[in-house]
T-cell receptor
């Protein structure tokens, strides 16, 4: 049974609209991460969290917010979506410290902003 | 900041060929190094890791050796199969303002033809 799930799997949004991407993990990991994947850039870290109530900025946080209301759930929020945010987004979870242990990824969400 | 470089964007091989995908890193100390594999339509999956000089990581016939002298962690496989066609990511453990996380390379797409 999949330990990291994402919803929705596909999303089409309009420019200026609000988008929320959701992630749930049943691994009981403290750390969770949001990445975007683009050709030529690989996986880039947007936000991460060390536990419920915490969020930290990654390498490309501009235009994104994150929320970690519980151990299991981690959301990525685009308050004002732009076409440049069209991408595939992956959520991951992992043990702490995050730099030392493998991460477990969800299946991804394909977001298109028109 | 710390980083990993994957020089090959794409690699095309025939079945039973020998595979090398290059990964070089830039970091102080001894960061943990990782390889992940991503099959089409899925999220990345952890392959293996290493955290000390000369340590070898391996899984599913793939292997890489941590080399502090050349700052490398090249992925190798003696005989590839069509089922190995995927995108391969090298990553290293990095330290941010509030803890550690992983920083990924740009990925190498491997295509194996029968």
């Amino acid at each position: 049974e999949a330990a990291v799930t994402q919803s929705p799997r596909n999303k089409v949004a309009v420019t200026g609209g609000k988008v929320t991407l959701s992630c749930n993990q049943t691994n009981n990991h403290n750390n969770m991460y949001w990445y975007r994947q683009d050709t030529g850039h690989g996986l880039r870290l947007i936000h991460y969290s060390y536990g419920a109530g915490s969020t930290e900025k990654g390498d490309i946080p501009d235009g994104y917010k994150a929320s970690r209301p519980s151990q299991e759930n981690f959301s990525l929020i685009l308050e004002l979506a732009t076409p440049s945010q069209t991408s595939v987004y992956f959520c991951a979870s992992g043990d702490a410290p995050g730099g030392d242990y493998e991460q477990y990824f969800g299946p991804g969400t394909r977001l298109t902003v028109l | 900041g710390d980083s990993v470089t994957q020089t090959e964007g794409q690699v095309a091989l025939s079945e039973e060929d020998f595979l090398t995908i290059h990964c070089n890193y830039s970091a102080s100390g001894y960061p943990a190094l990782f390889w992940y594999v991503q099959y089409p339509g899925e999220g990345p999956q952890f392959l293996f890791r290493a955290s000390r000089d000369k340590e070898k990581g391996s899984s599913r016939g793939f292997e890489a050796t941590y080399d502090k002298g050349t700052t490398s962690f090249h992925l190798r496989k003696a005989s590839v199969q069509e089922s190995d066609s995927a995108v391969y990511y090298c990553a290293l453990g990095d330290r941010g303002n509030s803890g550690t996380y992983q920083r990924f390379g740009t990925g190498t797409k491997l295509q194996v033809v029968p």
